[in-house]
């Protein structure tokens, strides 16, 4: 989903992120002491209810948007490697990159149309 932001802006976004490797096995921190976050898979396969996501997709990206999300149930497949956006950090990245906001956007009409 992130393919087409300009490599800047994700540096920009990952630094401000922080990367978290994950055996199999292990729940997603996709809540924490922080706040709600958004976790992009870097590398490894995790399962979301029934749906398997691999390298670069969101995990909590409803929960960031809407306030009346439920941040999902996580869990890794493999050992993984996210990098954990807070969502004032991801909101940021989706309001000064439209692209990112497209792409967003395409990625939830494609999963509503499923």
Do not use: Q, T, W
């Not at 994950?22 to 976050?37: E, F, I, K, N, Q």
């Amino acid at each position: 989903m992130l393919g087409r932001v300009p490599a800047a802006a994700l540096l920009a976004a990952a630094e401000r992120g922080a990367a978290i490797e994950l055996a199999a096995g292990a729940s997603l921190p996709v809540r924490s002491d922080a706040g709600d976050a958004v976790l992009v898979i870097a590398s490894g396969r995790v399962r979301v209810g029934d749906a398997e996501l691999g390298e670069g997709a969101l995990v909590g990206e409803l929960a960031a948007i809407d306030d009346e999300a439920a941040a999902p149930a996580a869990v890794a497949i493999d050992d993984v490697v996210v990098v954990r956006l807070y969502r004032d950090d991801f909101l940021d990245l989706l309001a000064e990159h439209a692209v990112a906001a497209d792409a967003l956007a395409r990625e939830l009409a494609l999963r509503i149309r499923k």
